[in-house]
């Protein structure tokens, strides 16, 4: 498995950012990979709820990973595990109040399959420079009132 972690602070409150990242239809607007959610289980998100994350795997190619809300500590905690066909994705988020707004600690596990698991280093590169810019990308667009 490979895990990448890190945290970045927003400067807004804690419940700004917690219900921001709580509805799965915001993914794109800071995972540009992100092309479509489909709800599984009505309602807001909760332990167990579950959802349909579509991403861009390159050109032309598309993935869609059968997601589950695995943590759920409202203003403290998320976790969720995507399942796909190369790899599964083991996200978790803890959130915390400091001076000036909120930090957002991450650690992201992939457990690659198949034929992904000898471009796996490869693959590992692209996956760290992409997710810090997408935490940066969340941070501006939570700072900018949630529009992309």
Excluded: C, Q
């Excluded at 490979?2 to 239809?25: D, H, L, R």
């Excluded at 598309?62 to 599964?88: N, R």
């Amino acid at each position: 498995m490979s895990t990448y972690n890190g945290n970045i602070v927003i400067n807004k409150s804690v419940s700004e950012v917690f219900g921001y990242m709580a509805v799965p239809e915001n993914a794109p607007k800071w995972m540009p990979d992100v092309v479509g959610i489909k709800r599984i289980t009505p309602g807001p998100l909760g332990l167990g709820s579950k959802f349909e994350e579509t991403r861009k795997m390159g050109p032309g190619m598309k993935e869609t990973y059968p997601t589950e809300v695995t943590k759920w500590v409202t203003d403290k905690e998320m976790g969720f595990l995507a399942t796909g066909k190369t790899v599964t994705v083991d996200v978790h988020y803890d959130i915390s109040s400091v001076s000036g707004g909120t930090k957002l600690d991450y650690v992201i596990g992939f457990k690659w399959k198949g034929f992904a698991k000898v471009t796996a280093i490869l693959f590992g590169l692209m996956i760290g420079m992409s997710l810090k810019k997408n935490h940066k990308r969340l941070k501006a667009v939570i700072e900018g009132g949630g529009k992309k």
